[in-house]
């Protein structure tokens, strides 16, 4: 989710790493910052993550 103001913009995701019925930690942020950008993902981190080298690598 992503709220933008005037001045401001507020992005949030969850921060579950889950790994099948096993919650591995609470604490992971799916925010990826990427060159002068960020992407907010939801999901199976792991395929956030891939996501955000990617594009990291190609952006």
């Known amino acids: 989710m ?9 992005i949030a995701s969850d ?4 790994s099948e019925y096993t919650i591995n930690s609470r604490n992971t942020s ?3 910052k990427i060159k002068d950008y960020f992407l907010a993902t939801t999901g199976f981190y ?3 993550y891939e996501v955000s080298v ?4 190609n952006v």
């Not at 921060?15 to 889950?18: A, D, S």
């Not at 990617?54 to 690598?57: A, D, M, S, T």
């Open 2 to 10: 992503a709220i933008k103001g005037k001045n401001f913009i507020i």
């Open 15 to 18: 921060m579950r790493h889950t």
């Open 46 to 48: 792991a395929d956030s």
């Open 30 to 32: 799916k925010i990826f």
């Open 54 to 57: 990617k594009l990291n690598l």
